[in-house]
C-alpha cells in the first residue's frame, strides 16, 4: 500500500485542503484543536466526496470511543462499500496513546493494514489528543498511513475575512475595526461566532452592519463582560462599573470566576505599562497574550497610559491577596470581597 507521510500543523491542514481538492483523499485522519467549527467543516467535506447521497447507512459509520474496541474497529473497517468507491469511519475520543498495550499493538497493525476503500478519521473533542514517540510501533503506523490534523484557533487576519464572507452571505458588510471588535466581545472561536452573526445579520437594518448592531444582540463573553468592568474601574467609572458586576452576579457568575478574569486583565494591563515603559506598542501585547484582536490590545495601552507602574503592581498584588482571601478565610464572603477591592481599585491614585 502507498506511504502517506504524516504533516504537521499547518501544512496538515494544508494537505487536506489539497487532498480534498485534487480528490486524492487518505486513508487515516487524526483530526484534533480547538477550533470544532472547522474540523465539522472538514468532516463535512470528505463525507460529501466520499459518501454518495442516500449511502450513508451502509458506508458512513460513526463509533464512540468510549466502548470502542479494536475487534469492532476491525469489523467495521472490513465491511467492504455498497454501491459507493469508498467507506467513511469517524472514531469519536478515542485515545489512541492511552490504550492497554495490547489494544495498541492490535491498532498499529490494524492502522499499517488499513484499506485503500477504508477513510478512518479519529476526532479528539473532549479528549486531547497527545503523540507518544516512545509507543513506536503505534507511532509509526499513524506517521506512515495518516495525517494528523490540528485546527487552531484562526489568526486575526483569517478571522476577519472569514466573518466579512460570512455577514456577506446574509447581505451585510462590515468594516474591519467592527469584526475585531465582534471578535472581542464574542470570543474567537468559529462556533461562537457564527451563531452570533447570524443574528446580527437578521437584526441588521441596513448594508453595513455597525457596532450598535452588535451591541443590541450579540451576547458577549464573561471575559469581554469583565474586560468592559475593568475598564470603567480605570477610568473610575464606579457606577457602570457596579452595574456591570451586579449584571454578572445576577446572572449567576461566582465572585471566584469573577476575581479570576479581573485578575488577569489588570495583569495584562500591566503587561501594556511594561510595553509603555520599554517603548512596545499593542502588537507586542498581542503576542504576549495570543490576542486574536487589536481591540482590546488597543484598549489595554489607552488604560496603562492612565496608571503607573507602582499602581498596576498594586493592583495585581490586591487581586492575589483577595483571591487567598476567598478561598483560604473561613467564613470569607466572597462577593463583600470582591466589592471592597473594586472600590479599594476605583479610588487608587494613578501613580500609587
Same mark, same amino acid.
Given at each position: ?7 504537521? =500543523?499547518?501544512? +496538515?491542514?494544508?494537505? #487536506?485542503?489539497? &487532498?480534498?481538492?485534487?480528490?486524492? %483523499? ?13 474540523? &465539522? ?9 466520499? %459518501? ?6 451502509? =458506508? ?31 472514531? @469519536? ?12 499493538? !492490535? ?49 486575526? =487576519? &483569517?478571522?476577519?475575512? /472569514?466573518?466579512? *464572507? ?24 468559529? @462556533?461562537?461566532?457564527?451563531?452570533? %452573526? ?7 437594518? =441596513? ?15 464573561? $471575559? ?21 458586576? @451586579? &449584571? !454578572? ?9 469573577? !476575581? ?5 486583565? #489588570? ?16 502588537? /507586542? ?6 490576542? *486574536? ?10 488604560? +496603562?497610559?492612565?496608571?503607573?507602574? $507602582? ?42
Amino acid at each position: 500500500m502507498a506511504k502517506r507521510p504524516e504533516k504537521k =500543523n499547518d501544512d +496538515a491542514y494544508r494537505q #487536506l485542503k489539497k &487532498d480534498l481538492s485534487a480528490g486524492t %483523499i487518505g486513508s487515516l485522519y487524526i483530526f484534533h484543536g480547538e477550533e470544532a467549527y472547522l474540523r &465539522d467543516y472538514y468532516l463535512e467535506q470528505i463525507k460529501g466526496k466520499l %459518501i454518495p447521497p442516500g449511502m450513508e447507512s451502509f =458506508n458512513y459509520h460513526l463509533l464512540p470511543g468510549k466502548s470502542l474496541t479494536v475487534q469492532k474497529l476491525a469489523e467495521t473497517v472490513d465491511a467492504l462499500p455498497m454501491m459507493s468507491p469508498r467507506t467513511m469511519l469517524v472514531v @469519536n475520543d478515542y485515545d489512541l496513546f492511552k490504550a492497554p498495550e495490547g489494544e495498541r499493538t !492490535l491498532m498499529a497493525q490494524l492502522l499499517e493494514d488499513l484499506p485503500d476503500y477504508c477513510c478512518l478519521v479519529f476526532v479528539y473533542d473532549t479528549v486531547a489528543y497527545k503523540s507518544d514517540a516512545r509507543m513506536k510501533k503505534l507511532a509509526g503506523a499513524i506517521k506512515s498511513r495518516g495525517q494528523v490534523v490540528q485546527f487552531a484557533r484562526q489568526a486575526q =487576519n &483569517d478571522l476577519i475575512d /472569514w466573518i466579512g *464572507r460570512r455577514f456577506r452571505a446574509l447581505g451585510h458588510e462590515i468594516d474591519t475595526a467592527d469584526a475585531q471588535y465582534l471578535i472581542f466581545l464574542c470570543g474567537d472561536l468559529m @462556533n461562537g461566532l457564527i451563531s452570533e %452573526i447570524g443574528k446580527i445579520g437578521a437584526y441588521a437594518k =441596513n448594508r453595513r452592519v455597525t457596532r450598535e448592531d452588535i451591541d443590541a444582540v450579540a451576547i458577549p463573553v464573561i $471575559d469581554a463582560v469583565v474586560f468592559q468592568m475593568t475598564e470603567a474601574l480605570t477610568r473610575k467609572q464606579l457606577d457602570k462599573a457596579f452595574s456591570v458586576l @451586579n &449584571d !454578572l452576579l445576577r446572572l449567576q457568575q461566582s465572585p471566584i470566576m469573577i !476575581l479570576a478574569v479581573l485578575g488577569k486583565h #489588570l495583569r495584562q494591563l500591566y503587561s501594556a505599562r511594561i510595553a509603555l515603559e520599554t517603548g512596545q506598542g499593542s502588537r /507586542w501585547l498581542m503576542d504576549l497574550w495570543g490576542m *486574536r484582536s487589536t481591540y482590546p490590545a488597543d484598549k489595554l495601552m489607552e488604560a +496603562a497610559r492612565r496608571h503607573g507602574l $507602582d499602581w498596576c503592581k498594586h493592583a495585581m498584588a490586591r487581586c492575589a491577596e483577595t483571591d487567598l482571601a476567598m478561598k483560604s478565610v473561613s467564613g470569607a464572603d466572597a462577593k463583600e470581597l470582591l466589592i471592597a477591592l473594586m472600590l479599594e481599585l476605583s479610588t487608587g491614585g494613578s501613580s500609587c
